[in-house]
């Protein structure tokens, strides 16, 4: 059972893959962003994986409230759940690109941080609903 992971950002969208029984996660790739999202990229990783569910991360301020891109990314999680008919669920992303750059490794094959930071947003949420999914 697989799970994807978007961070989604205006410039680039970070996409990792994992599942919940390990609770462990691997950045896949890292697509130029835009709009509209560049579907035809995100069809192709939804066909190889057949996830379970999309998580999206959710980009909070200091103080709780959603940042200026919170309505774009709330836009990108209803598309998914509406093209995918998969459910879509919500992580906090705070402190993940800080995290994913201890992950990146500067290797030929590195799917690029926004794809780390994806992967660090996935595995968070395994850690907290492990009883849920």
């Not at 996409?15 to 069809?43: C, H, K, M, N």
């Not at 998580?55 to 909070?60: D, F, I, N, R, S």
């Not at 301020?61 to 309505?71: I, S």
């Amino acid at each position: 059972m697989a799970f994807l992971a978007f961070d989604y950002g205006r410039r680039r969208i970070g996409v990792a893959v994992g599942e919940p029984l390990t609770g462990s996660a691997r950045g896949l790739i890292t697509l130029a962003g835009g709009s509209p999202p560049p579907w035809p990229r995100i069809d192709a990783l939804v066909t190889e994986w057949r996830p379970e569910g999309f998580v999206v991360g959710w980009p909070t301020q200091a103080d709780g409230q959603a940042t200026p891109l919170g309505p774009a990314i709330r836009e990108f999680g209803a598309a998914l759940e509406a093209r995918f008919g998969k459910p879509v669920y919500w992580s906090d992303e705070r402190l993940s690109s800080h995290l994913a750059r201890d992950r990146s490794r500067s290797g030929r094959n590195d799917p690029g941080l926004d794809a780390h930071a994806a992967a660090v947003i996935l595995e968070g949420w395994f850690l907290e609903n492990a009883h849920d999914a």
